[in-house]
């Protein structure tokens, strides 16, 4: 049986690629993607490559990032049209193959097996080439593109050379550029693994490949058999068919408050701005989901997250708001006050899916809750944030202040695992 040929697209400093579209100011300029630099709070999510090489790197506190490179400009992240942006790459890649399987916003697997071979080009080199053309015209930014017969592969190919390049691991060249690599630059092995790894001798991704899965068994566990299919080319998991699933696995935003919470008050009307928040950021992505989550943090820094699954996916602020209460009194006794509230809602999927009736609350009583919404969310784009507020919000000015849609927003990419992927198969 031949080979498959997998592709992994990877739109390069994707965040801060989008934004230099926009504004080119930014072009020459270091420039990274992040949170409040006002507030003194968040974490670089991306920077461009005039940044990087000036030693700003993803993760780093916002001041780490200017400590690093004192003439940094810092954007705030405007994920919609990163969203956007991502739907417009993929539509250009299922114009080649309906096996796209979205890892995060920036990122996919395509299986181009039957295109290459119906076009003649048996190693798929020649459509990586039309891909990444049409990427930089038409959407005018860059990918990087890696070609091999597996997922992982071809992941690590997509990262070997950056940023607008394309490179090919083939059965001929994997173990002069895959297996000399450090063990860490394969997938999942993260900075943890790769110091237990390290510890055994283990440096390189040959070394991990020639390793006795067995005794990787005994250190890792299952995940020491994934680590040493991965390391040999054996993932045969399949690129999933492209079904318009969702790229990201929850939406949420959290807040740190300017003051400190002290009763259910305070609480309520926290958990309602950042309802309202996510609520409307699920639906201008057309996004449903079915587990709301909160996150609590008090000023003695002790904290938790908890969730629940709902009956009907929403992207309704007022059930949103209302599961989140639920939360919080079911677990939270006023040990201290509270510095900091979080709210999620994940397992999405589009806003188009049939959904179960709920015998306890009538279809017209969810629809005048979403047209509120609606309303609300068309008033406040034209007239600010401010210029419509729920009666509960005029109980505490500094609090009601807080622009939550604004705020410190965050989207969870989809993981590899959470595909359903499967190396044994």
């Known amino acids: 049986m031949d080979d498959r040929i997998i592709l992994h697209s990877d739109c ?42 000036n030693g700003v790197k993803t993760g780093m506190a916002l ?3 200017k400590r690093a490179c004192k003439d940094v400009v810092f954007v705030s992240p405007h994920y919609d049209d990163y969203i956007r942006f991502s739907r417009l790459a993929r ?95 394969l997938l999942y092995v993260g900075r943890r693994t790769y110091a237990k790894l390290y510890k055994y001798g283990i440096i390189t991704i040959g070394d991990l490949a020639r390793t006795d899965p067995e005794f990787l068994h005994q250190i890792f566990g299952k995940i020491g058999y ?49 309802s309202e928040s996510v609520a409307a950021r699920l639906r201008e ?15 003695g820094l002790f904290s938790f997250t908890r969730q629940k699954k709902v009956k009907i996916a929403t992207n309704i602020s007022e059930e949103i708001a209302g ?8 677990n939270y006794e006023w040990h201290a ?26 279809e017209a009583q969810r629809e005048k809750y979403l047209r509120a919404d609606l309303a609300v969310s068309e008033i406040r784009n034209r007239f600010g944030y401010e210029s419509v507020l729920r009666g509960l919000m005029y109980f505490d000015k500094s609090l009601s202040g807080l622009d939550a849609k604004a705020d410190d927003h965050m989207i969870h990419p989809v993981a590899y695992f959470q595909n359903g992927n499967n190396v044994f198969e």
């Not at 100011?25 to 670089?44: C, F, S, T």
């Not at 318009?244 to 259910?264: A, E, F, Q």
């Not at 305070?266 to 958990?271: A, I, K, P």
Request: one cysteine or more.
């Open 337 to 362: 006050p509270i510095r900091s509230v979080g709210v999620r809602v994940s397992h999405l999927s589009p806003d188009t899916q049939p959904h179960q009736l709920d015998l306890f609350m009538t």
């Open 285 to 299: 992505n057309h996004f449903i989901g079915d587990v709301i989550g909160i996150s609590i943090r008090d000023n």
């Open 63 to 65: 001041w780490q990032a």
């Open 91 to 185: 539509n250009i890649y299922c114009e080649y193959t309906d096996r796209v399987e979205p890892y995060g916003l920036d990122e996919s697997w395509l299986d181009i097996t039957d295109s290459a071979r119906m076009l003649g080009t048996g190693d798929g080199m020649d459509i990586a080439r039309q891909i990444s053309s049409r990427i930089k015209k038409e959407l005018g930014i860059t990918v990087s593109i890696g070609v091999s017969w597996n997922k992982i592969y071809s992941k690590f190919g997509s990262d070997y050379k950056k940023p607008d390049a394309i490179t090919q691991i083939s059965r001929q060249n994997y173990r002069d550029i895959l297996w000399r690599a450090p063990a860490s630059d």
């Open 226 to 274: 994934v680590l040493s299919a991965f390391a040999r080319g054996e993932d045969n998991t399949p690129v999933a068919a492209f079904d318009d699933s969702v790229p990201i696995k929850s939406v949420g935003n959290s807040t740190t408050t300017p003051r400190d919470l002290v009763n259910d008050t305070d609480v309520r009307m926290v958990l309602y701005l950042l």
């Open 12 to 53: 390069n400093c994707f965040y801060a690629s989008v934004e230099m579209l926009h504004n080119p100011a930014l072009r020459d300029v270091p420039m990274a993607v992040g949170g409040d630099v006002e507030a003194r709070h968040g974490i670089v999510l991306t920077a461009n490559y005039i940044a990087k090489k």
């Open 323 to 330: 599961y989140a209460w639920e939360l919080f009194k079911e």
